[in-house]
């Protein structure tokens, strides 16, 4: 396992000559393996209390001179962890903090060391939440229900407890909330807070704003509706009384419940509406916004919004709301 090597200076009869040992195959490095370590190296515990033991050896693991070298464990905050001479990890409380696994000859002088991220209770944390189509605004009519899990959208897709909740911070008389249920109460603003319930600390904030439908200028009730896919855009028809339509055509390619608005929808047609001439436009820079929300369990849809229709030479402008609670029949 060792060699001899004679060594000489200048060597004469009379000389000494001393000889010393070289090792073959020294030590390189370390290697740690555990149950609990991850392919990016680091230590993770899912709980509190997680008791394991490091294997630790040289590198390489038939080293020459390996009775020559011994181990050292520590840990930045024992508070998270704690590791003993013999290299057992147990987590105290959930956080992050250093091992360090250090080689030590027998003059204890350190020769090789590493370190790991030993991680307690870790969990992915929430980093966003976007509710409404992250649109910060919603607006609602006198007697809306909506449903705010239906647009919620918790970021990371990983986050490991994704589950919020509903603060409703200002706006009592204006909407009742309940599980993320909006009931329309009033006329008025509100304010809702939605609240990462992770720990994470990351919240956001929702401003309704509910309008009456009385406060419109007119108002369309569609008896029977439908929709049908038309290259990338959704188009969407009401029939009311009297063959009056209206066609809404929104850059979607699906019926999905939510809010829509200026920048969903691409044109809307209007047909013998009363009160409405024939010549009539929507506003192009403001056509208005409406919410479709779906009940499983009667497979029906409610359907419900404002439309702002622009002036003309001879008319100013004016409001139309509309609504339709039924089945959407494919065109």
């Known amino acids: 396992m060792f060699a001899a090597a004679v060594i000489c200076a200048a060597c004469g009869d009379d000389d000494e000559i001393s000889q010393v040992e070289v090792v073959e195959n020294p030590v390189t490095g370390i290697s740690v393996e555990n149950e609990y370590i991850t392919e990016e190296g680091d230590i993770v515990f899912d709980e509190v209390g997680i008791t394991t033991a490091l294997r630790v050896s040289v590198i390489p693991d038939n080293a020459g001179n390996l009775e020559e070298y ?27 903090a250093e091992l360090t696994v250090t080689l030590v000859d027998n003059a204890n002088i ?3 060391q590493s370190k790991y991220r030993v991680a307690v209770d870790y969990q992915v944390r929430v980093e966003e939440i976007i509710v409404a189509d992250g649109m910060g605004v919603l607006d609602l009519v006198v007697g809306d229900t909506y449903d705010l899990n239906a647009t919620l959208v918790v970021l990371p897709d990983n986050a ?30 509100a304010v809702i807070e939605i609240i990462a319930n992770d720990g994470s600390g990351v ?15 007119l108002f369309f009730e569609s ?27 929104v850059n979607r390619t699906a019926l999905l419940p939510g809010d829509y608005t ?34 499983e369990a009667t497979q029906k849809y409610t359907i419900k919004g404002v439309l702002n229709i ?22």
Do not use: H, W
Not at 70 to 90: K, P, Y
């Open 203 to 217: 919240s956001t904030e929702l401003r309704i704003e509910v309008k009456d439908e009385s406060d419109t200028d």
């Open 310 to 331: 622009a002036a003309s030479d001879s008319s100013p402008a004016l409001t139309l709301g509309f609504e339709y609670v039924g089945e959407m029949m494919k065109m």
């Open 262 to 295: 200026k920048a969903d929808i691409v044109t809307v047609v209007l047909q013998g509406v009363d009160g409405i001439d024939k010549n009539r436009q929507v506003d192009p820079s403001n056509p208005g916004i409406f919410t479709i929300q779906y009940d």
């Open 160 to 189: 490991e407890d994704k589950s919020v909740s509903y603060n409703l911070k200002e706006g009592d008389e204006v909407i009742s909330l309940e599980n993320g249920i909006i009931e329309v109460l009033a006329s008025g603003t």
């Open 110 to 112: 350190a020769r090789f």
């Open 70 to 96: 011994s181990f050292r464990f520590g840990s930045s905050n024992e508070d998270v962890f704690t590791v003993n001479r013999e290299g057992v990890i147990t987590g105290i409380a959930s956080g992050e």
């Open 223 to 249: 008896i029977m509706a439908g929709y049908k896919v038309q290259g990338n855009n959704l188009v969407l028809a009401f029939a009311g009384s009297n063959n009056a339509l209206i066609n809404i055509l």
